[in-house]
């Protein structure tokens, strides 16, 4: 059993949810899904005092990735993302402007995420599948008893699929697949919004409900 703590710090107008999980034991953190704030991000890694050991990236919508450039300016680390979801991150500048938001630079990536990947932090390891359906290249990373799964689902709702990439039977089964899968107490970190359970979402989700 792991010992990570698991911090959520909410940032930009969108209100995203970044994610720092830290292992007390090693010194070693993880931040997934650096979308806005970088200031914020790197004064609260300051305050643990811990090394950012990984920066991952959910999926490649620029509310998720937009402070990657910044962050790896203080730590020479690449933005680990799938590689189908490269596009979006490389598009970023183009998708802030049509929404009126300031341009973000495109961080230096490297496009292995997936299965075979090792996040490790101290002694533990969190468990990546791939769960397409809100973006091609969405992934869920897990371990004992959380879920950090972006912008899939969320409590008592489910991620858009009307955006480039996004398909609604693709995300329904990436749902059903690896989501509801997991054990009913395993804790929720979604990508905006307060966190849920496996258990909550099977029973009572409108858009996915459990069978």
């Known amino acids: 059993m792991t010992r990570w703590t ?18 007390p034991d090693s010194g070693e953190a993880a931040l997934i899904d650096p979308g806005d704030e970088p200031e914020r991000l790197l004064a609260r890694l300051d305050d ?60 230096r990536l490297e496009t292995s995420l997936g299965p075979d990947t090792e996040i490790v932090l101290g002694e533990g390891r ?12 969405h992934v869920m990373l897990a371990w004992d008893g959380h879920a950090i799964v972006g912008d899939v689902i969320f409590a008592g709702s489910i991620g858009r699929t009307d955006l480039p990439g996004g398909d609604f ?3 329904e089964r990436s749902i059903r697949t ?3 899968d997991l054990p009913d107490e395993t804790v929720l970190h979604p990508g905006h919004g ?11 989700n409108p858009y996915v409900p459990g069978v």
């Open 178 to 180: 690896h989501i509801y």
């Open 6 to 23: 698991v911090e959520c710090l909410t940032v930009g107008p969108l209100q995203m949810n970044a994610w720092l999980v830290h292992d």
């Open 194 to 204: 307060p966190d849920t359970t496996v258990g909550r979402e099977r029973a009572a």
């Open 169 to 171: 039977p693709t995300l």
């Open 48 to 107: 643990l005092g811990c090394r950012l050991r990984w920066l991952v990236a959910t999926h490649g919508h620029f509310d998720h990735v937009g402070a990657a450039a910044d962050v790896q300016r203080r730590h020479d680390l690449p933005l680990l993302i799938h590689a189908e979801d490269r596009f979006l991150v490389e598009g970023m500048p183009e998708h802030q402007a049509m929404y009126g938001l300031p341009t973000s630079e495109v961080p």
């Open 126 to 137: 969190m468990r990546i599948a791939e769960v397409p359906g809100h973006s091609p290249g």
